[in-house]
């Protein structure tokens, strides 16, 4: 349908109630940053001064290095497992018609829906019964099990929309399972396996719940920010510190959707609500 | 594929094979898939489905001191029954969770809308900035909401700054009110891509049939649009009512003592109150009710489909 036409025309409220809607939805992530840079030690109107020394003091700061060193730790081991075995999985669940497969991917995406607090406390227990200590290897278990969903339902669509002649070609020109992969396979997923990379990091980096309940006394950053909050005096360093993160979060989840879209067609670029 | 064997006996002649393994692999096309989908398997049984059953099987237990009985009892679920502050504390979370999920679907309906129907280049842009903002850390986003709402917070100051109240509003901060708003905010974009993608989907030409016929705007939308959205707005108030129903973080930041939600509880009994096994028996129950809520939006899906259809 052409814009303008008798079914569609511009609608000057609705385009207002837009603005309205994408206000409301950016402003209080926009807060941080702003009061961030205010010199008062509370967050309040009117502004103060102008300073940069809350970002300064996080400089000084061990725990948040060790947070972040935890942090990244387990956000690249997270995104990098979770990836390969999503692209396994994703292959399976597009190519081989499995019996069964309906009910098993259900399960996979169950975290997407059911609230973390209970994927949390059932590792939690499952660990205090096999007597395996709190530790970042706990937490990275129990961000797999948040990022797995969302990296299958973003490489998906990359093996659903996917020329199987292709590598029929490549097999009747006589190469074999692995190198059809790497050659043929691998390059045309490859936008979704970055994005599925960036995705899960970000996932893993910003999320708290299954760390909160898995860290034990290691703290990632998330973490960290929580056990700071109870004291008001360190607001404005944790004011710099989240608009750093979210600054960093914003930046590799629009380099995510964006590489995750490429090439694919219009149909699947809804992505995971397909 | 077992019915099409001369196909697949085909496929394997133009692709010779070395060594029995790789033969039975490429002949039984479910047995390498199941290979494939192994690993996902694997770990989603050791992590998901293993605690899941663990969790179970605690909650009948119960604590002694600082052991368990591990003498299977229904002690917890009858606790649970039977003390009111339990019943409570879920009837308001499931109150709290509806009202903002009810709110957030209604809100975020004319945008989804709006980028429907309303926006011709570049939806995508449109997309990915709605989303984008849900990506980031939610405990953040509820930490901009406790500075926002705070009794000298930005909207107070503000308010106070300008001169329009003189003294800061009680109820923004540590109240159900604040809870909700954070709530609706956090979950926004999750509760508008399964509207957008439903009305993303209808087909236009029963939109100008129907102007054609002699519709109206107004009748137009209660005829064909809602109608035809609807399972996306069913699907909405369910991705975004059962997250937000076992949440933790949003009513521990900006909630108050009014708006403990059964999250809260879960956790308490993990943490300071150190009854696991009760822990275990409300984390079950809260698991049942977001089967049997599945299970009414999987019901009224269907429902519309049919009548749709």
Redesign the interface.
């Known amino acids: 349908m052409k814009p303008g036409t008798y079914i569609s025309q511009p609608n000057t409220s609705l385009r207002l109630y837009a603005v309205v809607f994408m206000l409301f939805i950016y402003l209080p992530l926009l807060i941080l940053p702003v009061f961030s840079f205010n010199s008062g030690l509370y967050v309040r109107f009117p502004l103060e001064g102008f300073t940069f020394n809350w970002y300064l003091a996080l400089l000084n700061r061990e725990p948040v290095f060790a947070a972040l060193g935890n942090s990244i730790r387990v956000g690249l081991t997270v995104s990098i497992l979770s990836t390969v075995i999503a692209v396994f999985a994703a292959k399976a669940i597009a190519r081989n018609r499995l019996p069964g497969s309906g009910p098993i991917v259900g399960v996979i995406m169950l975290p997407l829906v059911v609230p973390g607090i209970i994927f949390g406390v059932a590792l939690l227990v499952l660990m205090s019964r096999l007597g395996v200590p709190l530790s970042l290897y706990t937490v990275t278990l129990g961000h797999i099990v948040v990022c797995l969903p969302f990296a299958i339902a973003t490489l998906l669509p990359r093996f659903e929309g996917f020329d199987l002649s292709m590598e029929e070609a490549s097999a009747d020109l006589g190469e074999n399972g692995w190198i059809t992969f790497w050659r043929i396979t691998f390059p045309i997923v490859a936008p979704g396996i970055v994005a599925s990379l960036l995705m899960c990091f970000t996932i893993s980096f910003d999320e708290f719940i299954m760390a909160f309940f898995l860290g034990g006394t290691h703290a990632t950053l998330p973490m960290y920010i929580w056990g700071q909050l109870r004291f008001p005096t360190q607001f404005p360093s944790m004011l710099a510190l989240s608009s750093l993160i979210i600054l960093t979060s914003f930046i590799v989840i629009f380099l995510s959707l964006w590489i995750g879209r490429i090439g694919l067609p219009k149909s699947a670029q809804s992505g995971i609500f397909k | 594929?077992h019915s099409d064997a001369p196909f697949v006996a085909d496929r394997s002649a133009?692709?010779p094979r070395t060594g029995w393994i790789g033969r039975l692999l490429f002949r039984h096309?479910?047995l390498?898939?199941?290979?494939?989908?192994?690993?996902?398997?694997i770990?989603?049984g050791l992590?998901?489905?293993?605690?899941?059953a663990?969790?179970v099987m605690?909650s009948f237990w119960t604590q002694v001191g600082y052991d368990y009985d591990t003498s299977l009892s229904l002690q917890n679920y009858q606790t649970a029954y039977e003390k009111p502050i339990y019943a409570a504390l879920l009837q308001r979370s499931l109150w709290i969770s509806g009202m903002a999920t009810i709110v957030t679907v209604l809100?975020c309906y004319?945008?989804a809308?709006?980028?429907a129907?309303?926006v011709?280049r570049h939806k995508?842009i449109w997309?990915?900035?709605?989303?984008?903002?849900f990506?980031?850390?939610?405990?953040?986003?509820v930490?901009?909401?406790?500075?926002?709402l705070?009794y000298?917070?930005?909207i107070?100051?503000?308010l106070?700054?300008l001169g329009l109240i003189t003294e800061p509003l009680r109820f923004l901060l540590y109240s159900t009110t604040a809870v909700s708003i954070t709530l609706a905010?956090s979950w926004?974009?999750f509760a508008i891509?399964?509207i957008?993608?439903s009305l993303?989907k209808i087909d236009?030409s029963y939109?100008?049939a129907a102007?054609d016929l002699g519709d109206g705007p107004v009748l137009?939308f209660l005829r064909i649009t809602l109608p035809l959205s609807l399972p996306g707005v069913i699907a909405s108030v369910?991705?975004m009512f059962?997250?937000?129903?076992?949440?933790?973080?949003t009513p521990a930041?900006v909630g108050g003592p009014d708006s403990t939600m059964i999250?809260t509880l879960?956790?308490l009994q993990?943490g300071s109150v150190n009854n696991?096994p009760m822990?275990?028996a409300l984390?079950v129950i809260?698991?049942i009710i977001?089967c049997l809520l599945?299970l009414c939006s999987f019901g009224l899906t269907r429902m519309f489909q049919r009548w749709a259809a």
């Open positions: 594929m133009a692709r096309e479910h390498r898939g199941y290979g494939l989908l192994a690993p996902a398997l770990v989603t992590t998901v489905l293993v605690p899941c663990m969790l605690l809100l004319p945008m809308y709006y980028v129907f309303h011709h995508m997309i990915i900035l709605i989303t984008l903002p990506w980031t850390s939610y405990l953040l986003r930490f901009a909401w406790k500075v926002i705070g000298e917070g930005v107070n100051s503000g106070m700054h905010h926004a974009a891509l399964p957008y993608v993303e236009k939109l100008e102007a137009r369910f991705l059962i997250p937000t129903l076992g949440d933790y973080v930041m999250g879960i956790q993990f696991w822990g275990a984390s809260l698991v977001i599945g």
